[in-house]
C-alpha cells in the first residue's frame, strides 16, 4: 500500500504518547501533509468532497491535464490513505477517507485548539438514488481480536460512545444499541445480515434516539477485516443511505474508529467530546 503503511520502527511523527503507552499510525504524516500540499490534490479532495465515490474519467475533467496526471495525483492521495476505492463494475470509484486527516488533527490540531472543536466535519456526496460512505484505518492487531472488539458489548461500549450493543451476531440475529442509563428504549437496532467471523459483518441499521433519525429509516453497515503483516485493515462502509442523509446518521464513524483503533493499541479510551457521551461515568475534563 505505498506509504500506508509502515515498519516496526515509525518515523517519531507517526506516533502519539499516551502516558507510556505508544500508539503507532500507519498511516504516513509526511506522507499526507505533503498529499494536501499540492493545490491539484487538494482539489481533487474538494471535488469528492462534493460528490463522493467518482471514477477518474469524471475527476478528469475537471483538470487542464492528461487523464494519467490525474491519475497519478489520485495514486499519491490513495498511498498516504486520504481517499480508498472501490470496484463498480468495470469502473473504479474514489472514495474520500477522513480517517487519517482526523488522525492528523488529533495529533497536531486538536492540542492547540479549545477541546469542543474536536469534532471531524462529515462529508456529503450524491451516488445515484443512495448514498455511502467509505471509512478504512489500519490498526495493530489480530482479526480475532478485533472482531471480539467489534462484537463485545463490554469493550465496544469503551469506543463506542459508552453504549451497549448487543447480539449474538449470527446470520439473521437481532441487534440493539442502548445506553446504561438516561435514555428510555434503543438508540438503534437492526439485523444482523452476514457474519463470517473474524472477516467480514454486515448489519442493518436504524437509528432511534430522535425524530429526524427515526425519519431516515433502515441502512446498511459493512465492517470488512483483512490481515495485513502484523496489523489489520477495517474498512466500514455505511450505504443504502437517503439520497442527502442526516449527517447524525453515519457522521460519527471517524471518532467510533478512532476510538477503537486507540483502545486496541494502547488499553486507552479516547476523552475527545462525545467520545463517551451515554458512559455512565464521563470522560475525565
Same mark, same amino acid.
Request: hydrophobic residues 40%.
Given at each position: ?90 469502473? =473504479? ?39 455511502? #460512505? ?21 469493550? #465496544?461500549? =469503551? ?16 441487534? =440493539? ?83 477503537? =483503533? ?24
Amino acid at each position: 500500500m505505498g506509504s500506508v503503511w509502515r515498519a516496526a520502527e515509525p518515523d517519531p511523527t507517526t506516533r502519539t504518547l499516551t502516558g507510556n503507552l505508544v500508539v503507532t499510525y500507519f498511516y504516513s504524516v509526511d506522507g499526507v501533509f505533503k498529499a494536501l500540499a499540492d493545490p491539484t490534490r487538494r482539489e481533487l479532495l474538494d471535488a469528492l468532497f462534493e460528490q463522493d465515490g467518482q471514477p477518474l474519467n469524471t475527476l478528469a475533467v475537471r483538470f487542464d491535464m492528461s487523464r494519467i496526471a490525474v491519475a497519478k495525483h489520485l495514486g499519491v492521495l490513495q498511498g498516504c490513505g486520504v481517499i480508498t476505492t472501490q470496484r463498480r463494475g468495470r469502473e =473504479k470509484l474514489h472514495f474520500l477517507n477522513p480517517i487519517p486527516i482526523r488522525m492528523i488533527h488529533h495529533r497536531w490540531v486538536s492540542k492547540f485548539t479549545e477541546p469542543w472543536a474536536a469534532g471531524l466535519i462529515g462529508l456529503r456526496d450524491d451516488l445515484e438514488q443512495s448514498m455511502e #460512505r467509505v471509512f478504512e484505518i489500519y490498526i495493530r492487531t489480530s482479526p480475532e481480536r478485533l472482531w471480539e472488539a467489534i462484537t463485545d458489548p463490554q469493550t #465496544r461500549a =469503551k469506543y463506542h460512545f459508552g453504549t451497549l450493543v448487543t447480539s449474538d451476531w449470527v446470520t439473521g440475529s437481532p441487534w =440493539k444499541q442502548e445506553a446504561p442509563g438516561g435514555f428510555e428504549g434503543s438508540l438503534s437496532e437492526g439485523e444482523v445480515v452476514h457474519a463470517e467471523p473474524p472477516c467480514r459483518l454486515v448489519h442493518t441499521i436504524r437509528s432511534l434516539w430522535d425524530a429526524e433519525v427515526i425519519a431516515e429509516g433502515a441502512s446498511r453497515v459493512t465492517w470488512q477485516i483483512e490481515q495485513v503483516a502484523d496489523s489489520c485493515r477495517l474498512t466500514v462502509t455505511h450505504d443504502e443511505l437517503r439520497d442527502d442523509a442526516n449527517e447524525q446518521v453515519y457522521g460519527g464513524w471517524p471518532m467510533i474508529l478512532s476510538g477503537l =483503533k486507540t483502545w486496541l493499541e494502547t488499553g486507552e479510551t479516547l476523552t475527545t467530546p462525545g467520545s463517551l457521551m451515554y458512559a455512565e461515568e464521563p470522560p475525565p475534563a
